[in-house]
């Protein structure tokens, strides 16, 4: 069967696609074997892409992204439309429009083209003398595997503390909605966030990551359990100091698209919360906006403008300006990243790391994908089915997992390069997260475990702190094998 898959995930390409056609603003620029595209692209939006992936760039530091954006249809250029964004563009790129071609015949104008097949199509005057830079193996080797290990941080009084927070839902089913059980979405969680800091939390779906986030913002009443900020504890806080609290903390949401109100101008979305708790006249408001909408990268002259304008990266900045009005001290950000294309995904990291620098912010910042937490986090948890089953030292986490749940989360990172990732061997898990695990005894990992013993069905594991600091809640380290806190990666899968 053939298949026409279409993403903007890099990772997804290398992993199902022989041959590979890059779109940008409405024409297609390249077209190649996947294998070829990854090694040697030959278009420099495609190079742009490829070094927009997370695993390329080193954890802490600022990741690459193709400055500017994509202009409206009324905008494009007379020839190539990317050549105002193309860091090798000549005059002449915008003259006429250019056709989408093979390498050319003579010798003489492709210096770099022994690996070019006959059939790869691009839409670039200059393809034939640029040597743009893949994929390869660079990206191979910063996939998760072995890697020096960091320092712990110094400990300090955390800005927000969970302590054995948990939320149960019931159940229902049916006309009448008859309860027929319930769901622990959020188990016993103990979590610390430090002032400046990052808390990655990641997971699959339905593992409890939001219920976890609208608990912290007491968007949500907690079954038991407490939430501190700043050394007050939130779950006990009613009328005006509850406000007061919150407004110590924000949410940025997953989807730009529909967390802001498509009938407000942008100056009204981002003036609300300070209509709303502020006394600040209308123009000390506006000024206040235009500081705002500075701090994000965007100018006034979009301050009448409404949501359906802008694309998506340009929304989610947008939604965190409007996070900053009232100065909080932690944002939480449920999946801020995973509706945007990879360099619009940078763009907007880079600037949550800059906004923690310039402003001292911390995050709990959520994701499903471990790649994009590393880079933004100084410690990782790992969630299943509402309980934390590992929690360590971003880089810990990353290069020695210490649960199989963390382990097969990062085998399933895909490595952007077709050679390197077809050869892999992943650990793919059987079955989806069930909720109904959540209310039997035992490990809830045990059914979907690769290396589930007779002690994981009876007997729920305690927390086992490691050496590096790590808090993993598995049998391995105690029964079986052994482990006593080391990596879990020296069993395979
Ligand atoms: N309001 C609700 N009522 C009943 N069940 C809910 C509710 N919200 C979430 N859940 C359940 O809680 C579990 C965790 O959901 P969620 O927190 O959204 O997970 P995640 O964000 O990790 O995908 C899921 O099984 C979900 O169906
Ligand atoms: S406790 Fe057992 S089932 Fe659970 S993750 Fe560890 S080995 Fe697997
Ligand atoms: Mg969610």
Redesign the pocket.
């Known amino acids: 069967m053939a298949m026409i898959f279409v993403t903007h995930d890099l990772g997804v390409i290398a992993d199902v696609a022989d041959d590979v056609v890059v779109m940008y603003a409405s024409q297609i620029v390249e077209h190649a074997p996947a294998k070829e595209l990854f090694k040697r692209p030959r278009h420099p939006y495609t190079e742009g892409l490829l070094a927009s992936i997370p695993q390329r760039t080193p954890a802490g530091e600022p990741l690459h992204f193709i400055p500017g954006m994509v202009p409206r249809p009324d905008q494009f250029s007379e020839g190539c439309h990317f050549s105002p964004r193309c860091q090798y563009a000549e005059e002449q790129c915008s003259v006429a429009p250019i056709e989408l071609r093979g390498p050319s015949q003579s010798p003489a104008h492709h210096p770099g083209t022994a690996t070019t097949s006959p059939e790869a199509l691009t839409r670039c005057l200059r393809q034939d003398e640029l040597e743009l830079v893949g994929a390869g193996s660079e990206a191979a080797a910063r996939s998760p595997g072995l890697g020096p290990g960091p320092t712990e941080l110094a400990p300090s009084e955390p800005l927000l503390q969970t302590v054995a927070l948990s939320k149960q839902?019931?159940?229902r089913s049916g006309v009448f909605r008859r309860v027929h059980g319930s769901?622990k979405?959020v188990d016993a969680v103990d979590l610390r966030v430090m002032a400046g800091t990052t808390l990655g939390l990641v997971?699959?779906?339905?593992?409890?990551?939001?219920?976890?986030a609208r608990l912290v913002l007491r968007l949500m009443e907690p079954t038991s359990g407490t939430v501190t900020l700043d050394g007050s504890d939130i779950t006990a806080l009613r009328g005006p100091s509850l406000r007061r609290n919150r407004q110590k903390m924000q949410m940025v949401f997953q989807d730009p698209f529909s967390s802001l109100d498509p009938l407000q101008t942008v100056s009204e979305i981002v003036g609300e919360p300070l209509r709303i708790h502020t006394d600040l006249k209308a123009a000390e408001r506006e000024r206040r906006v235009v500081e705002l909408l500075r701090q994000v990268g965007l100018r006034r002259h979009i301050l009448d403008r409404q949501p359906h304008e802008f694309s998506g990266g340009q929304r989610q900045r947008i939604a965190i300006a409007r996070a900053l009005a009232l100065h909080p001290q932690l944002l939480v950000c449920?999946e801020p990243v995973s509706a945007l294309d990879m360099s619009t995904q940078s763009q907007v990291i880079n600037l949550f790391s800059e906004l923690q620098d310039r402003l001292g912010l911390a995050y709990l910042f959520?994701a499903h994908d471990l790649s994009v937490v590393r880079h933004l986090s100084d410690r990782i948890a790992v969630?299943y089915l509402?309980k934390i089953v590992e929690e360590g030292l971003a880089e810990e986490v990353y290069l020695r997992p210490t649960h199989p749940y963390t382990l097969a989360l990062l085998s399933a990172i895909p490595v952007p390069d077709p050679e390197v990732q077809r050869k892999r061997r992943r650990i793919v898990l059987k079955g989806e997260?069930k909720?109904d695990e959540t209310a039997m005894g035992g490990c809830r990992f045990r059914s979907r475990c690769p290396f589930a013993m007779e002690i994981c069905s009876s007997v729920d594991p305690e927390p086992y702190r490691t050496r590096a600091g790590t808090t993993v809640r598995c049998h391995l380290h105690t029964s079986g094998p052994n482990l006593a806190g080391e990596t879990v990666a020296r069993l395979g899968g």
């Open positions: 839902f019931e159940l769901v979405a997971g699959e779906s339905g593992s409890g990551k939001s219920t976890l449920d959520i969630m509402g997260v909720v």
